[in-house]
């Protein structure tokens, strides 16, 4: 009798669709290679984050209720998000939303579906492969603070032949990032990833790893701003590449 495969509903992410989504089709490719049956709910757009962190919990609520229809109605075993950040909003606070815009109906589904929501890394295990570098891992705030992962990125690599991860001064600090305070402070924003692109480059560490692409994206401009031309690459890309 043939195994079950798990059905895992991706959600892609707004940053992954429009700037990354080469990070999107290497996460279905190691999730498919695990034995993964995943599709991509048509109807789910943005989680709502960048509204709520702002404070416009109504216009965050219009966006997140339509995207946890999608989810809810997909035929999922696992919803998956390659994005800690995106993955906390789902899990953590869209509950704390809809409470807070009076919408008890949708605070009920979302604390239904919260048990189903995963990062990216949680699913993989030890995904093996081969990748002759040394990396230099971000611990993605969210991720860490919110989620509390940090072994499932980092076992990950580990399972990976030739692979090793740099020790580097830093590694879960924030990047600077942090969606609109990028925008709102970028002196601030620019000097926490000037400090953390310090200790990348004093690492010695050949490609920069992470699980959330925003981060990614942040430090590579960082990077690319100082003349640096280190590979940045998702967590989804290293293990797509691994196993290929």
């Not at 992410?13 to 290679?33: E, F, K, S, W, Y």
Request: glycine share 8%.
């Amino acid at each position: 009798m043939t195994a079950k495969r798990t059905r895992v509903a991706l959600l892609p992410t707004c940053v992954v669709d429009t700037v990354a989504p080469q990070v999107g089709i290497a996460t279905v490719r190691v999730l498919r290679r695990l034995g993964m049956d995943v599709r991509v709910p048509e109807a789910a757009t943005c989680c709502g984050q960048p509204a709520w962190n702002a404070g416009f919990a109504a216009d965050a609520a219009k966006v997140a209720r339509h995207t946890l229809r999608a989810l809810a109605d997909a035929p999922a075993d696992v919803v998956c998000v390659p994005a800690g950040s995106c993955a906390t909003m789902i899990k953590v606070f869209w509950p704390e939303l809809f409470h807070v815009v009076g919408d008890e109906t949708s605070r009920r589904t979302a604390e239904a579906l919260a048990p189903k929501v995963r990062e990216f890394s949680e699913l993989v295990g030890d995904a093996g492969g081969h990748y002759e570098h040394t990396v230099a891992y971000h611990h993605s705030c969210h991720m860490l603070r919110e989620l509390g992962l940090r072994e499932s990125p980092e076992r990950a690599l580990a399972s990976l032949d030739g692979c090793t991860t740099a020790d580097w001064p830093g590694a879960d600090r924030c990047c600077g990032f942090g969606g609109l305070f990028s925008v709102k402070q970028p002196e601030i924003s620019v000097a926490m990833a000037d400090d953390k692109v310090d200790g990348i480059e004093a690492s010695g560490a050949g490609v920069l790893v992470g699980c959330d692409q925003s981060c990614l994206m942040h430090l590579e401009g960082r990077l690319r701003k100082r003349g640096s031309t280190l590979p940045v690459r998702h967590l989804a890309e290293v293990l797509d590449e691994a196993q290929s």
